[in-house]
Protein backbone atom coordinates (compact mmCIF):
# COMPACT_ATOMS: atom_id res chain seq x y z
CA UNK A 1 0.00 0.00 0.00
CA UNK A 2 1.17 3.79 -0.94
CA UNK A 3 2.11 5.39 2.63
CA UNK A 4 1.42 8.69 3.50
CA UNK A 5 3.79 11.02 2.09
CA UNK A 6 5.13 13.97 4.66
CA UNK A 7 4.63 16.45 1.75
CA UNK A 8 1.47 15.57 0.63
CA UNK A 9 0.59 15.80 4.33
CA UNK A 10 1.88 19.17 4.99
CA UNK A 11 -0.28 20.99 2.88
CA UNK A 12 -3.31 20.16 5.07
CA UNK A 13 -1.56 19.80 8.38
CA UNK A 14 0.74 21.72 10.66
CA UNK A 15 3.61 19.54 11.92
CA UNK A 16 2.91 19.99 16.09
CA UNK A 17 3.26 16.93 17.24
CA UNK A 18 0.82 14.21 18.97
CA UNK A 19 2.07 11.81 21.69
CA UNK A 20 1.91 8.42 20.37
CA UNK A 21 -0.01 5.83 22.39
CA UNK A 22 1.36 1.89 21.46
CA UNK A 23 -0.97 -0.94 20.97
CA UNK A 24 -1.18 -3.40 24.08
CA UNK A 25 -0.97 -7.04 24.18
CA UNK A 26 -3.75 -7.81 21.24
CA UNK A 27 -4.17 -8.73 17.54
CA UNK A 28 -4.02 -5.39 15.68
CA UNK A 29 -4.07 -5.81 11.99
CA UNK A 30 -3.57 -2.98 8.93
CA UNK A 31 -4.95 -2.98 6.11
CA UNK A 32 -5.67 -5.59 3.43
CA UNK A 33 -3.69 -5.21 0.23
CA UNK A 34 -5.76 -5.60 -2.34
CA UNK A 35 -7.09 -1.99 -2.70
CA UNK A 36 -6.44 0.76 -4.77
CA UNK A 37 -3.96 3.10 -3.19
CA UNK A 38 -4.87 5.31 -0.77
CA UNK A 39 -4.98 9.73 -1.97
CA UNK A 40 -3.90 10.94 1.78
CA UNK A 41 -3.81 14.40 0.69
CA UNK A 42 -7.23 14.31 -0.81
CA UNK A 43 -9.02 12.32 2.50
CA UNK A 44 -7.15 14.61 4.84
CA UNK A 45 -9.43 18.01 3.11
CA UNK A 46 -12.61 15.49 3.26
CA UNK A 47 -12.20 14.26 7.13
CA UNK A 48 -10.60 17.17 8.68
CA UNK A 49 -9.48 20.40 8.67
CA UNK A 50 -6.18 21.72 7.59
CA UNK A 51 -3.02 22.37 9.66
CA UNK A 52 -4.06 20.67 12.60
CA UNK A 53 -6.81 22.25 13.03
CA UNK A 54 -10.43 21.18 15.12
CA UNK A 55 -13.39 20.32 12.37
CA UNK A 56 -16.69 19.99 13.69
CA UNK A 57 -19.40 16.71 13.03
CA UNK A 58 -22.77 16.95 13.72
CA UNK A 59 -25.43 14.46 13.30
CA UNK A 60 -28.40 12.41 13.77
CA UNK A 61 -29.90 9.44 12.83
CA UNK A 62 -31.52 6.08 14.79
CA UNK A 63 -30.34 3.17 16.86
CA UNK A 64 -31.73 0.23 15.43
CA UNK A 65 -32.10 -3.07 17.41
CA UNK A 66 -32.71 -6.71 16.51
CA UNK A 67 -32.38 -9.79 19.02
CA UNK A 68 -31.68 -13.18 16.73
CA UNK A 69 -35.06 -14.63 15.19
CA UNK A 70 -36.72 -11.08 15.72
CA UNK A 71 -37.61 -8.46 13.53
CA UNK A 72 -35.18 -5.18 13.69
CA UNK A 73 -36.78 -1.98 15.21
CA UNK A 74 -35.59 1.38 16.09
CA UNK A 75 -36.00 2.12 19.55
CA UNK A 76 -34.49 5.94 19.88
CA UNK A 77 -33.32 8.70 18.22
CA UNK A 78 -29.62 10.12 18.15
CA UNK A 79 -28.31 13.59 18.02
CA UNK A 80 -24.95 14.72 18.74
CA UNK A 81 -21.65 15.99 17.45
CA UNK A 82 -17.92 15.87 17.53
CA UNK A 83 -15.07 17.48 17.28
CA UNK A 84 -11.96 15.87 15.91
CA UNK A 85 -8.23 17.04 14.35
CA UNK A 86 -5.63 15.32 12.69
CA UNK A 87 -1.80 15.83 13.35
CA UNK A 88 1.17 15.10 11.41
CA UNK A 89 3.83 12.60 13.60
CA UNK A 90 7.42 12.48 13.07
CA UNK A 91 7.35 8.79 11.59
CA UNK A 92 4.82 10.31 8.99
CA UNK A 93 1.44 9.16 10.71
CA UNK A 94 -1.38 10.80 11.41
CA UNK A 95 -2.60 11.33 15.28
CA UNK A 96 -6.43 11.91 15.55
CA UNK A 97 -8.27 13.25 18.20
CA UNK A 98 -12.29 12.96 18.59
CA UNK A 99 -13.99 14.08 21.47
CA UNK A 100 -17.88 14.07 21.02
CA UNK A 101 -21.31 14.42 23.03
CA UNK A 102 -24.40 11.99 21.87
CA UNK A 103 -28.17 11.82 23.56
CA UNK A 104 -30.68 8.72 23.32
CA UNK A 105 -33.69 10.79 22.02
CA UNK A 106 -37.55 9.81 21.97
CA UNK A 107 -38.53 8.31 18.34
CA UNK A 108 -41.11 11.31 18.24
CA UNK A 109 -39.93 14.38 20.20
CA UNK A 110 -36.75 14.03 19.63
CA UNK A 111 -36.06 15.22 23.41
CA UNK A 112 -32.99 13.04 25.07
CA UNK A 113 -34.94 10.39 27.19
CA UNK A 114 -33.84 9.76 30.85
CA UNK A 115 -35.90 6.37 30.57
CA UNK A 116 -36.74 3.66 28.38
CA UNK A 117 -39.15 0.98 28.00
CA UNK A 118 -37.13 -1.85 26.38
CA UNK A 119 -39.68 -3.29 24.16
CA UNK A 120 -37.57 -6.22 24.06
CA UNK A 121 -37.36 -7.14 27.42
CA UNK A 122 -40.37 -5.16 28.75
CA UNK A 123 -38.65 -3.39 31.04
CA UNK A 124 -37.54 0.11 31.91
CA UNK A 125 -33.74 1.07 31.51
CA UNK A 126 -32.23 4.00 32.43
CA UNK A 127 -30.64 5.79 29.54
CA UNK A 128 -26.74 6.51 29.50
CA UNK A 129 -26.07 9.16 26.83
CA UNK A 130 -22.59 9.95 26.29
CA UNK A 131 -19.55 11.95 26.02
CA UNK A 132 -16.99 9.73 24.01
CA UNK A 133 -12.93 10.71 23.82
CA UNK A 134 -11.19 9.04 21.42
CA UNK A 135 -8.01 8.60 19.93
CA UNK A 136 -6.58 6.53 16.62
CA UNK A 137 -3.38 6.76 14.49
CA UNK A 138 -3.60 6.77 10.79
CA UNK A 139 -0.33 5.04 8.84
CA UNK A 140 -1.13 4.93 5.32
CA UNK A 141 -4.70 2.84 4.68
CA UNK A 142 -4.43 1.39 8.38
CA UNK A 143 -5.89 2.39 11.12
CA UNK A 144 -4.66 1.36 15.02
CA UNK A 145 -5.68 1.75 18.22
CA UNK A 146 -4.43 5.42 19.74
CA UNK A 147 -4.48 4.03 23.26
CA UNK A 148 -3.85 0.04 24.77
CA UNK A 149 -6.05 -2.66 23.55
CA UNK A 150 -6.53 -5.46 26.26
CA UNK A 151 -4.92 -8.91 26.22
CA UNK A 152 -6.88 -10.62 23.82
CA UNK A 153 -9.08 -7.96 21.70
CA UNK A 154 -8.67 -7.59 18.33
CA UNK A 155 -8.70 -4.47 16.38
CA UNK A 156 -8.62 -4.10 12.35
CA UNK A 157 -9.02 -0.54 10.34
CA UNK A 158 -8.95 0.44 7.03
CA UNK A 159 -9.34 3.63 4.74
CA UNK A 160 -10.31 2.82 1.43
CA UNK A 161 -12.30 4.64 -1.63
CA UNK A 162 -15.56 3.29 -1.69
CA UNK A 163 -16.85 5.02 -4.22
CA UNK A 164 -16.38 7.98 -7.41
CA UNK A 165 -19.71 9.05 -8.90
CA UNK A 166 -21.25 11.70 -11.18
CA UNK A 167 -18.52 14.18 -9.36
CA UNK A 168 -18.61 12.81 -5.93
CA UNK A 169 -15.81 10.75 -4.07
CA UNK A 170 -17.04 8.96 -1.21
CA UNK A 171 -14.15 7.54 1.31
CA UNK A 172 -14.75 4.54 3.87
CA UNK A 173 -13.06 4.67 7.53
CA UNK A 174 -13.92 1.08 8.65
CA UNK A 175 -12.80 -0.05 12.24
CA UNK A 176 -13.79 -3.81 13.10
CA UNK A 177 -13.10 -4.76 17.19
CA UNK A 178 -13.82 -7.34 19.66
CA UNK A 179 -12.78 -7.32 23.44
CA UNK A 180 -12.86 -9.78 25.52
CA UNK A 181 -14.64 -11.03 28.38
CA UNK A 182 -13.95 -9.13 31.52
CA UNK A 183 -14.36 -10.61 35.37
CA UNK A 184 -15.63 -7.81 37.68
CA UNK A 185 -13.40 -5.98 40.03
CA UNK A 186 -14.22 -4.10 43.08
CA UNK A 187 -14.92 -0.66 40.78
CA UNK A 188 -16.43 -2.06 37.74
CA UNK A 189 -19.24 -5.05 37.19
CA UNK A 190 -18.30 -7.93 34.90
CA UNK A 191 -18.32 -7.49 31.40
CA UNK A 192 -19.34 -9.80 28.09
CA UNK A 193 -17.16 -10.05 25.23
CA UNK A 194 -18.29 -7.93 22.55
CA UNK A 195 -18.36 -6.83 18.87
CA UNK A 196 -18.24 -3.56 16.77
CA UNK A 197 -17.84 -2.62 13.59
CA UNK A 198 -18.05 0.68 12.74
CA UNK A 199 -18.66 1.86 9.27
CA UNK A 200 -18.07 6.03 8.60
CA UNK A 201 -18.21 6.49 4.85
CA UNK A 202 -17.00 10.41 4.40
CA UNK A 203 -18.11 12.60 0.82
CA UNK A 204 -17.89 15.69 -1.10
CA UNK A 205 -17.05 17.02 -4.47
CA UNK A 206 -13.92 15.36 -6.73
CA UNK A 207 -13.13 18.48 -7.48
CA UNK A 208 -13.28 20.04 -4.25
CA UNK A 209 -10.54 17.26 -2.91
CA UNK A 210 -8.66 17.70 -5.68
CA UNK A 211 -7.79 21.33 -5.70
CA UNK A 212 -4.80 21.50 -3.38
CA UNK A 213 -5.88 25.32 -3.23
CA UNK A 214 -9.12 24.43 -1.64
CA UNK A 215 -8.34 25.47 2.48
CA UNK A 216 -11.78 23.87 3.86
CA UNK A 217 -13.46 21.32 2.06
CA UNK A 218 -17.59 21.16 3.13
CA UNK A 219 -18.22 17.00 3.30
CA UNK A 220 -21.04 14.85 4.31
CA UNK A 221 -21.11 12.11 6.63
CA UNK A 222 -22.93 8.85 6.28
CA UNK A 223 -22.46 6.53 9.24
CA UNK A 224 -23.43 2.71 10.43
CA UNK A 225 -22.42 0.37 13.15
CA UNK A 226 -23.36 -3.67 13.13
CA UNK A 227 -22.48 -3.59 17.51
CA UNK A 228 -23.36 -5.71 20.13
CA UNK A 229 -26.33 -4.47 22.35
CA UNK A 230 -25.08 -1.45 24.24
CA UNK A 231 -24.84 -2.21 28.00
CA UNK A 232 -27.85 0.31 29.48
CA UNK A 233 -30.48 -1.29 27.11
CA UNK A 234 -30.22 -4.40 29.30
CA UNK A 235 -30.00 -7.19 26.72
CA UNK A 236 -26.72 -8.79 27.75
CA UNK A 237 -26.76 -12.13 27.09
CA UNK A 238 -28.85 -12.10 24.53
CA UNK A 239 -28.06 -12.81 20.76
CA UNK A 240 -28.37 -10.44 18.43
CA UNK A 241 -26.90 -7.14 17.02
CA UNK A 242 -27.64 -3.31 17.29
CA UNK A 243 -27.22 -0.43 14.37
CA UNK A 244 -26.52 2.98 14.64
CA UNK A 245 -27.61 4.59 11.98
CA UNK A 246 -26.43 8.45 11.57
CA UNK A 247 -26.37 11.06 8.95
CA UNK A 248 -24.21 14.55 9.47
CA UNK A 249 -21.98 17.28 8.25
CA UNK A 250 -18.80 18.78 8.98
CA UNK A 251 -18.48 22.51 9.79
CA UNK A 252 -16.03 25.16 11.03
CA UNK A 253 -16.20 25.13 14.80
CA UNK A 254 -16.84 28.58 14.38
CA UNK A 255 -20.03 28.28 12.72
CA UNK A 256 -21.48 25.37 15.37
CA UNK A 257 -23.86 27.74 17.62
CA UNK A 258 -25.55 28.62 13.83
CA UNK A 259 -25.67 24.85 12.59
CA UNK A 260 -26.50 22.69 15.97
CA UNK A 261 -30.50 23.25 17.17
CA UNK A 262 -30.70 25.66 19.96
CA UNK A 263 -32.00 22.94 22.24
CA UNK A 264 -29.36 20.60 21.52
CA UNK A 265 -26.74 22.87 21.83
CA UNK A 266 -28.32 24.15 25.36
CA UNK A 267 -28.49 21.04 26.61
CA UNK A 268 -24.36 20.07 25.84
CA UNK A 269 -23.45 23.35 27.44
CA UNK A 270 -25.58 22.51 30.74
CA UNK A 271 -24.34 18.90 30.57
CA UNK A 272 -20.73 19.26 29.61
CA UNK A 273 -19.81 22.89 30.08
CA UNK A 274 -15.74 22.58 28.78
CA UNK A 275 -17.03 20.93 25.47
CA UNK A 276 -17.28 24.12 23.46
CA UNK A 277 -14.26 25.28 24.78
CA UNK A 278 -12.86 28.32 23.11
CA UNK A 279 -9.48 26.16 21.91
CA UNK A 280 -11.87 24.26 19.28
CA UNK A 281 -13.73 27.50 18.52
CA UNK A 282 -11.00 28.32 15.82
Not at 9 to 27: E, F, N
Not at 82 to 106: I, N
Not at 118 to 143: C, E, M, W
Not at 166 to 183: F, H, I, K, N
Request: proline content about 8%; charged content about 20%.
Amino acid sequence: MKAIRRRELLLALSGMPLSAVAAGAATVVGAPGEQPPLDAARYVRLHWAPRGAWASWIYAGVLLVKPEGQVARPLVRIRGMSFSRAVLQPDGSLGHELDEVGYYCDLASGEPLDTLRNPFTDRDVKVAHYRSPQKLRFAGSSILPGQAMPPGGEFRGEVTTLAEVAGMVSMTEDLYVRLPASAATETRPARPERFSASLATFTAPAAKLADSRADWVDATLAYGTMNSFVGWLGMDGMAGVQNMRLSGVKRRPRDVAASVAPDLLARIRRDHPTFLGVPRQS
